[in-house]
């Protein structure tokens, strides 16, 4: 079985520009989580779909936003980039259930000058 | 809120020592803990789980034990090797949810 696949794995923006990331779960999987790595506050949860719908929310300011497609790939998207947002992008797939195992992809690594 | 600490690193062992990251949780209610890996330049892997109270988790030579009593997950493997070198992240899971939540991270560095 195919893993998470993310693509791409590398990108370079400038500060303002706006970058779309995307997600492919495991065939099966309804659920799509986002994380943001960074060395300065690690690990930290964005959002969660299940099902097209925006299931969770984390701490993050309103340039960040998601979506989902009815095959329950993913993509999240960062407006107006800032320096801050270099970081690693994780997305995380499940079958959905509360509680469930998270499996992740290799990650987009984001950089912005 | 919920939260996850985990003893920081870097760890730096001898071939065949035997490793412990320590692990605490505080979370409401019964949450699912994980322990995760990250090898360089790659995602997590799901190393080992643990669902409830006194379940043991294991993989690849690692064990965790769920202690609602101290709200501990350690990590344990009784002799590590070269490729063992890595870091791991304990993170822990709502019952009613699917947001992890994760410790800071322990990088292992193991050497010959």
């Known amino acids: 079985k195919a893993g998470v696949t993310q693509t791409p794995r590398y990108l370079i923006k400038t500060r303002g520009q706006q970058v779309t990331l995307s997600c492919s779960p495991i065939?099966?999987?309804?659920?799509v989580s986002w994380y943001q790595q960074t060395p300065g506050q690690g690990l930290q949860f964005l959002f969660e779909y299940f099902s097209e719908t925006q299931r969770n929310k984390g701490n993050f300011p309103g340039r960040f936003s998601g979506r989902q497609f009815s095959n329950s790939r993913s993509e999240m998207n960062v407006s107006t980039l800032e320096l801050g947002d270099s970081a690693l992008y994780l997305c995380?797939?499940?079958?959905?259930?509360?509680?469930?195992?998270?499996?992740f992809g290799p990650g987009t690594r984001l950089t912005v000058l | 809120g919920d939260s996850v600490t985990q003893m920081e690193g870097p760890v730096t062992l001898s071939e065949e020592a035997f490793l412990t990251i320590n692990c605490t949780y505080t979370?409401?209610?019964?949450?699912?803990l994980f322990w995760y890996v990250q090898y360089p330049g790659e995602g997590l892997q799901l190393l080992l789980k643990a669902t409830k109270a006194d379940d043991k988790g294991s993989n690849k030579g690692f064990e965790a034990t769920y202690r609602k009593e101290t709200t501990s997950f350690h990590l344990e493997k009784g002799s590590v090797q070269v490729s063992d070198s890595a870091v791991y992240f304990c993170a822990s899971i709502k019952a009613a949810g699917n947001k992890l939540t994760f410790g800071g991270g322990t990088r292992v560095l193991v050497k010959p």
């Open positions: 979370a409401t209610g019964y949450p699912s």
């Open positions: 995380a797939s499940s079958l959905g259930l509360a509680g469930n195992e998270q499996f």
């Open positions: 065939s099966g999987h309804r659920s």
